[in-house]
T-cell receptor, first 117, second 115 residues
Framework: DADVTQTPRNRITKTGKRIMLECSQTKGHDRMYWYRQDPGLGLRLIYYSFDVKDINKGEISDGYSVSRQAQAKFSLSLESAIPNQTALYFC????????????????FGPGTRLTVL | AQSVTQLDSHVSVSEGTPVLLRCNYSSSYSPSLFWYVQHPNKGLQLLLKYTSAATLVKGINGFEAEFKKSETSFHLTKPSAHMSDAAEYFCVVRAVSAGRRALTFGSGTRLQVQP
């Protein structure tokens, strides 16, 4: 979905390096999410933010941190990357004020493929 | 707690034949349920959603799903597969935890469509 963009789309890095993945949205949604996708495991929630001042841990937040710089921007950082953080990372947004958002529908970015060597 | 189980990790069908992707869920509350599709190297796209209105839900590209509370199932079907349907499909339940709402994803079903 072009309304949710992620940069970079692909990244290869080495163990111990600091990495930042960025997400921007033009949908005007308050809620933003970071997920990681691993084969056979579906998507798992890392962090989520319901507004600029609200940050919450998801089910697998260890080793990650986030920053909500503005309503439209939500960054995910790996302070010291390790190989088992190799995965496909997705950003998503939702708008609880809409009918779709009220029932939980989320809009996903195209993903960032991260490889940690 | 909420969870969702996709019963098949891979499904292979021939073009023009019916598609059935199976999903069972558990939820302590009346759930919202979704099917998302992920085409290769693409993000996730919503196919359809159940929100306690009609139990038979129609989505995009000819897909539909039926919510069966007694069976705790939300299987995805399509009468006739097309080559462009080849993708990974995720069944998703809206979870309620500590007053917050998040999506819980199934592990995915990869659909192959043979010519």
């Amino acid at each position: 979905d072009a309304d949710v963009t992620q940069t970079p789309r692909n990244r290869i890095t080495k163990t111990g390096k600091r990495i930042m993945l960025e997400c921007s949205q033009t949908k005007g949604h308050d809620r933003m999410y970071w997920y990681r996708q691993d084969p056979g495991l579906g998507l798992r929630l890392i962090y989520y933010s319901f507004d600029v001042k609200d940050i919450n841990k998801g089910e697998i937040s260890d080793g990650y941190s986030v920053s909500r710089q503005a309503q439209a921007k939500f960054s995910l950082s790996l302070e010291s990357a390790i190989p088992n953080q190799t995965a496909l990372y997705f950003c998503a947004t939702s708008d609880p004020r809409s009918l779709a958002g009220e029932v939980g529908e989320q809009f996903f970015g195209p993903g960032t493929r991260l490889t940690v060597l | 707690a909420q969870s969702v189980t996709q019963l098949d990790s891979h499904v292979s069908v021939s073009e023009g034949t019916p598609v059935l992707l199976r999903c069972n869920y558990s939820s302590s509350y009346s759930p919202s349920l979704f099917w998302y599709v992920q085409h290769p190297n693409k993000g996730l796209q919503l196919l359809l959603k159940y929100t306690s209105a009609a139990t038979l839900v129609k989505g995009i590209n000819g897909f539909e799903a039926e919510f069966k509370k007694s069976e705790t199932s939300f299987h995805l079907t399509k009468p006739s597969a097309h080559m462009s349907d080849a993708a990974e499909y995720f069944c998703v339940v809206r979870a309620v935890s500590a007053g917050r709402r998040a999506l819980t994803f199934g592990s995915g079903t990869r659909l192959q469509v043979q010519p």
